[in-house]
């Protein structure tokens, strides 16, 4: 068993250091061979941060273990709504003044919703995966074209994302953080996936739990430090921009990369459970950010108590199910 905990572990933090140092070599390559800014900045916010999800779906997929990398993709997008912004926006209020982020929270909601009609047959194609993908590419160009038009104005998250570029490397040091950070990641999504499936085995419980709580929480650890870094700094737009963006490329890249690798059954209670879970939290974040009144455009103290009970509350659930 401790070899297999040890596993996750150390899986987990070569996962969030590997990933970091392939964000920077990427982006710092990018920059170099002249593509704008802006444009490596919503790829950064949108690819960047759900690199570790993908890696693990795909390595989990061709372990043999779908039910870890779909738990993985659901469960991120309910972490990352009910405990990265309910924790963060109890210590700090979130406004929400982005043009381009108010129609991405609904955005979010309906590719959500599109997630759930392709899987309500109880089996994910490699057509249905496909659907996803392609709607990934054109929320991604629909995204960078917005972007690029609301830089004229101003826009809040459109400056913020610019301004956090990391540091521009020179092109040899770029490379080989790239090249490192790619071969880390392969390694510790194996080591994350093995403790993980072998910690099930042991405790007689599904991928899919598994999934949906000890790596989706680990792969959500990012979303965490950068969603509070950038409430500190005052950056609300891009604390509350990185997990919309996150949770879009959860489901439009993390979610159909087990079925275009080998279709599947949905796991039992996916349907009846997480993703209604999800849909829910998903709806809840959309009310909270249009608001009424005085809270109109910003996700309160209240509110965020109110998510970060939602998430104990799912995790009591599961328990709960899981033991009987």
Known sequence: MMTFVAAILVGLFLLIWSADRFIEGASSIARILGISPLIVGMLIIGFGTSAPEMIVSATAAFKGNPGLGIGNALGSNITNITLVLGLTSIFFVLPVHSRLLKQEIPLVLSVAVLAWL??????????????????????????????????????PLVDETVVELPDQMPMPKAIFWTIVGLLILLISSNMLVYGSSNIAKLMGVSDLVIGLTIVAIGTSLPEVAATISSARK?????????????NLFNTLAVLPIPALIQPLKIPDGVLDRDIWVMLAATVILLAFCYGIKNTRYKITRFEGFILLAGFIAYQALLYFQTIQ
């Not at 993908?133 to 629909?142: A, D, K, P, S, T």
């Not at 005052?234 to 996150?246: F, H």
């Open 118 to 155: 392709l899987m309500a047959d109880g089996f994910f194609s490699r057509f249905d995966s496909i659907i996803l993908v392609i709607l990934m590419f054109i929320v991604l160009g629909w995204m960078i074209y917005s972007a690029n038009k609301d830089r004229k104005t101003h826009d």
């Open 234 to 246: 005052g950056e609300t737009d891009l604390a509350v921009g990185n997990i919309v963006g996150s």
